[in-house]
T-cell receptor, first 110, second 113 residues
């Protein structure tokens, strides 16, 4: 069974600082790794998907890396803004099934 | 945003009553999923569907049943609701079973008294 861990559980940074969010998983035989954003009381919004054959994906200020051999993925958010405040979830995909981490709640202080 | 709606968005019910949650999609995606989200447990898969009338169990399927009679609709039924089923329920859809992202609906908040 895939176990996904996200550390830290919460993070508070001043505006403009770069964010580094960590995700670790136990089973390296994953199809892909996805990062989601969840705002309070809302559903999940897909941010990035990294295929198992890829090392990283980029979208605007977001960059996610994947190292299957070490069982780690990292989400980088450059030049954080107050609007980036949310909970960020990573999920390892094993065939059809998403295994989620508990998330990292980010607060960006203006 | 992917065209996914969930109904109802909020529901309060009593222990022992049946409850049905509906997920409707306009994307014609083959795969549909039901998750529940609870503090301390994160998101967990309840059931999923890989086509009309084709469903299978997920990680936490006990006490839940599903049906999919049309591509666009996926129903989750709590046959006899219990307080442990108080949760936020999310529906998700995807084109295939793993290579593309899953898109999530807005969620249904269910309170079982």
């Amino acid at each position: 069974k895939q176990e996904v861990t996200q550390i830290p559980a919460a993070l508070s940074v001043p505006e403009g600082e770069n964010l580094v969010l960590n995700c670790s998983f136990t089973d390296s035989a994953i199809y892909n790794l996805q990062w989601f954003r969840q705002d309070p009381g809302k559903g999940l919004t897909s941010l990035l998907l990294i295929q198992s054959s890829q090392r990283e994906q980029t979208s605007g200020r977001l960059n996610a890396s994947l190292d299957k051999s070490s069982g780690r993925s990292t989400l980088y958010i450059a030049a954080s803004q107050p609007g980036d405040s949310a909970t960020y979830l990573c999920a390892g995909v094993d065939d059809y099934k998403l295994s989620f981490g508990a998330g990292t709640t980010v607060t960006v202080r203006a | 945003d992917a065209g996914i709606t969930q109904s109802p968005r909020h529901k309060v019910t009593e222990t022992g009553t049946p409850v049905t949650l509906r997920c409707h999609q306009t994307e014609n995606h083959r795969y549909m999923y039901w998750y529940r989200q609870d503090p301390g447990h994160g998101l967990r898969l309840i059931h999923y569907s890989y086509g009309v009338k084709d469903t299978d169990k997920g990680e936490v399927s006990d006490g839940y049943s599903v049906s999919r009679s049309k591509t666009e609709d996926f129903l989750l039924t709590l046959e006899s609701a219990t307080s442990s089923q108080t949760s936020v329920y999310f529906c998700a859809i995807s084109v295939d079973r793993g290579e593309e992202t899953q898109y999530f609906g807005p969620g249904t908040r269910l309170l079982v008294l």
